[in-house]
Structures are given as C-alpha cells and as structure tokens.
C-alpha cells in the first residue's frame, strides 16, 4: 500500500469533513498576530510557550506537515518568512485561502514529511510540526531531515502523540470504555483486521503509526538535537484525558 498517496487524500477528505486541524484561522487571530501575540498550536488545547519560538520576525520558518491555514498565517503575520509543506493539496489550499483574504506571503510545497530534499542545508530558522507524524511509518526520516534543513542555532518545535493511546480499543473509547486491545508499535496498516481496516479505508479516513518515545524523542536526539523543552496536552473531548495526556510537545535545538 501507497501510505503517503493514501494518506493524501484521505486528508483532502478530513478538510471537506471540517476537522479542527483543517479549520483556518479567523482574521481576529491574524490581526492579534500582526499585534504582535502569537499564539500558536502544536498540540489541541495548549498554546506553545513564547520563549520556545523567540523572535519570529524576519525569521525563516518551516511549518512542516502543517498546512491547514492555521500555523502558517499566523507566522507569516508577525513578520516571518514562511513555508508551508504538506502531503494534502487541500490543506494547502486552506493556506493559500487566508494568505489571499490577508494579504500574506506564504510559499506553499506538497511532499513528504520524510523527504524535505527540495530545501538546501541549513535554509530555515525555525520549524513548526504540529501533530501529525502518526500519518507516516517512518519518523526517524523527518528528524533526520528536520536537522539538515535547520540553521545551527534553529529550533525544531514539535508536536505528536503519546503511544500509549495506541494500546486501546478505539471502538470501545467512543462508548467511553478503557479497553486495552493493541501492543505497541502499533500501526493501523498492520494490526487492524481485515474489516476493520476495510472500513477505515471505506470512509477515507487517514491510517495512523504509533512511535515509540525512543524514536520520538530519541529520536530527534539521535538526528543531532538537544531536546530543551517539553510539555503534555490533554483534549477534553477524548475519553483518556480522563487518565493521561495523549499529547507531548518537545522544542529542540541545533547546536
């Protein structure tokens, strides 16, 4: 299977559907980021310390896997250089969307997470990863990648989920059970059954990997970075907020 051309599109789906990663910011938010309070999200509910992004003016900036018309706009309002790149032609279109209504500069790339090889070494100040490398099996390859196209002294800010949630019935969480039923690594591509996934793919909705913490963490530390901040989130929609946080959100640095 095709995960990325999958993914793809499932996610050009997720944007018809309305899902909040794909909701654009409103020009309230743009114009408070031109007043220069950036408030930007990495994970659902809490909003990125800014003392982790520094001064963003002038800055160039990689909102990488991020499109959607949320974190993109925002930079570009407070004065950075921005570029979007996602896998999702639609959520690109949401960026291209507020960059018009706006009056915002934003250059917009499709591709990969894991192949960033249409950016020069060392071209970027600063990345932005919201949550979403659950939607590719090998993340080892966007830390590695992230690294390269980051400036000595750039920042590498990161949102992804805890692994843990990957060990639960999803089916029984909608009906407000903890089941667990998954060993992890997990990944809906192979540990799925049969229907279940047949169903998935029906409703074009994306597959999704867990990753270890190893990888996640060790990961960007593996790839060169000196991990210098970290935080957990909560959604309060989620049943397992109740019991732990599903999200982290990590700032690394190149040294």
């Known amino acids: 299977m095709d995960i990325f051309s999958y993914n793809r599109e499932a996610w050009n789906n997720e944007v018809a559907r309305g899902n909040c990663w794909t909701v654009p910011v409103t020009p309230d938010q743009v114009q408070?980021?031109?007043?220069?309070?950036?408030?930007?999200?990495?994970?659902?509910?809490?909003?990125?310390?800014?003392?982790?992004?520094?001064?963003?003016?002038?800055?160039?900036?990689?909102?990488?896997?991020?499109?959607?018309?949320q974190q993109g706009p925002l930079l570009a309002a407070a004065g950075a250089r921005v570029t979007v790149f996602d896998q999702s032609p639609s959520q690109l279109a949401q960026d291209a969307l507020v960059a018009k209504r706006e009056g915002l500069e934003i250059c917009l790339v499709e591709g990969n997470m894991q192949d960033l090889s249409c950016f020069d070494n060392a071209c970027f100040d600063l990345i932005i990863h919201p949550v979403s490398n659950c939607f590719t099996p090998d993340v080892l390859s966007v830390w590695n990648e992230a690294?390269?196209?980051?400036?000595?002294?750039?920042?590498?800010?990161?949102?992804?989920?805890?692994?843990?949630?990957?060990?639960?019935?999803?089916?029984?969480?909608?009906?407000?059970?903890?089941?667990?039923?998954?060993?992890?690594?997990?990944?809906?591509?192979?540990?799925?059954?049969?229907?279940?996934?047949?169903?998935?793919?029906?409703?074009?909705?994306?597959?999704?990997?867990?990753?270890?913490?190893?990888?996640?963490?060790?990961?960007?530390?593996?790839?060169?970075?000196?991990?210098?901040?970290?935080?957990?989130?909560?959604?309060?929609?989620?049943?397992?907020?109740?019991?732990?946080?599903?999200?982290?959100?990590?700032?690394?640095?190149?040294?």
């Open 32 to 69: 408070t980021a031109r007043e220069g309070s950036l408030h930007i999200l990495l994970t659902p509910t809490k909003y990125v310390p800014a003392e982790w992004m520094g001064e963003v003016c002038g800055k160039d900036v990689l909102c990488l896997a991020s499109g959607g018309g």
């Open 147 to 255: 690294y390269r196209v980051l400036r000595v002294g750039g920042r590498l800010l990161s949102g992804f989920n805890n692994p843990a949630i990957y060990l639960l019935d999803f089916d029984a969480l909608e009906n407000g059970q903890m089941v667990i039923s998954h060993k992890l690594p997990y990944s809906d591509r192979d540990d799925m059954t049969q229907e279940e996934l047949a169903k998935r793919m029906e409703n074009k909705e994306p597959l999704e990997f867990s990753h270890t913490l190893t990888e996640q963490i060790g990961g960007q530390i593996a790839a060169g970075f000196l991990i210098a901040g970290f935080y957990e989130d909560t959604d309060p929609e989620y049943t397992v907020a109740k019991y732990f946080p599903e999200f982290i959100a990590t700032l690394a640095l190149k040294r």
